[in-house]
């Protein structure tokens, strides 16, 4: 409701041209209160906003865009406005912003800004993608080991505001190798001529500029830090990871994990943002796999044509058998899967995961069986050996999808495959062929056919 109250605020002042007053509004909400307001605009009356705004604040504003609004901004401002929010960007979030732009508009951005903020970023874009180093910022506060608590305070009042954080400081050898932490609140705290050497932190928690950003969020998970410094392999400071980068790490992390579960190619983009066509070639590939690996199922049906005609019921319970099993596989693959990513379960674990899916699967299968059995005999009314070859293939499904999906993952991850491409959609394929096989064996077997 405050938001509908705000949007509707925004456009009268916008409509009535009172445009002085308009830029007083909008300097009192949140920056990433306004960008939600602008998004709700038509392009054109979105621009005119955004013109309005002083610049620090806009710069903050548009890093909070979706990135189709920040393509179209930039690309209609002058080449000095292009410029001066680049500038005023922090250097990962223009890094970010200059990834998802065309190579044109990168390089009329980069010739527009100034110097610093050209090498600064140039920086950050030549790690790898998903690396520490390309999503670490490089305005941070550091110190010489060898000031004194006065001159280093006079320092962060110097610097402090064009800095990621200055709640800690880190501090440095005259190699730039990162020898100490300080918190802002010890400095507040210490007597002014004390050495930042004396009342440094020395066992730093530090990450390398290469490391995976699912990696550096589990440290972050580890330590409890808000902000977490980067090392090069010579251990010189070359950056921080603050921790709202690692929430949007989580974010992008965890759908893109749920995207691969539902065998859909990862997307970049929001679902209200991607076009039909964009989403039809994420879907199909997947598609077209599972339906020619779901021939098997057909395949196994047709083998065995001759001993259904023989006894029709069993195909009535065949959907039940392959569902069951299904879900139980995908329940597994699931847990198994966020165990992995969460570092709960490591490869060691392997004949513990199994032993514990056995001694589960055994429990579900055989109630399951038992509640089939009573449902066979007094509903369905068949005879006991059918009811009793289905109850048993119950629990060999169920048994099977289990140590399917618990085993796949794992094996997965061993060869450098994503856990998450091993879920539930692929286990189902495997263990409908295989509860096919078992359930054909044991009718075969009890019922001779």
């Known amino acids: 409701m405050e938001k509908r109250i705000e949007l509707e605020e925004l456009i009268r002042l916008l409509d009535a041209k009172q445009y002085t007053n308009l830029r007083q509004f909008l300097s009192d909400l949140n920056e990433a209160d306004i960008a939600l307001l602008l998004e709700e605009l038509e392009s054109e009356a979105m621009l005119k906003v955004f013109r309005i705004l002083p610049k620090n604040l806009a710069a903050d504003v548009f890093s909070y865009l979706e990135t189709d609004s920040q393509e179209f901004i930039i690309t209609s401002l002058s080449d000095k406005e292009a410029g001066s929010i680049i500038d005023n960007l922090m250097a990962d979030d223009a890094a970010d912003f200059l990834e998802e732009m065309p190579a044109n508009v990168v390089e009329r951005l980069l010739a527009s800004a100034n110097p610093d903020t050209r090498r600064e970023v140039n920086q950050l874009l030549r790690y790898p993608e998903d690396s520490a180093g390309s999503i ?55 007597q002014g001529n004390e050495l930042i050497a004396d009342i440094m932190h020395e066992n730093v928690i530090s990450v390398n500029t290469l490391m995976d950003q699912e990696q550096v969020a589990a440290q972050f998970k580890k330590y409890d830090f808000t902000a977490m410094p980067v090392v090069d392999n010579e251990n010189r400071l070359v950056g921080i990871i603050t921790v709202d980068d690692i929430v949007d790490i989580l974010e992008e992390e965890t759908t893109e994990d749920m995207e691969k579960m539902a065998a859909i190619v990862p997307s970049d983009k929001p679902y209200m943002r991607t076009t039909v066509g964009e989403t039809f ?148 394929t495997i263990v409908d062929a295989l509860s096919l096989l078992v359930y054909f064996r044991f009718a075969a077997l009890l019922l001779g056919i």
Do not use: H
């Open 281 to 428: 070639k994420k879907r199909i590939p997947w598609l077209l796999l599972l339906m020619v690996s779901a021939t098997f199922t057909g395949a196994i049906i047709s083998s065995f044509e001759d001993a259904l005609s023989v006894c029709a019921v069993l195909v009535a319970f065949i959907p039940m058998l392959m569902d069951t099993g299904g879900n139980a596989g995908g329940q597994v693959s699931v847990t198994v899967i966020r165990g992995l990513s969460l570092g709960e379960i490591t490869y060691r674990d392997v004949p513990r995961v199994v032993w514990k899916e056995i001694r589960v699967a055994l429990l579900c299968g055989g109630t399951l069986a038992i509640a089939n059995f009573a449902k066979l005999m007094l509903f369905d009314r068949v005879g006991l050996m059918v009811a009793f070859t289905v109850c048993l293939t119950l629990v060999a499904a169920v048994l099977m999808a289990m140590l399917v999906g618990c085993l796949l993952p794992i094996g997965a991850k061993k060869i450098g495959f994503d856990p998450a491409v091993m879920a539930s959609p692929f286990i189902t």
């Open 136 to 190: 670490m910022t490089v305005e941070y506060v550091s110190l010489k080991e060898n000031l004194t608590v006065d001159q280093a305070i006079e320092r962060i009042r110097a610097i402090g505001l064009d800095s990621e954080t200055s709640n800690i400081c880190y501090v440095l050898d005259k190699g730039r190798e990162l020898v100490g932490t300080v918190a802002l609140r010890y400095l507040l705290l210490s």
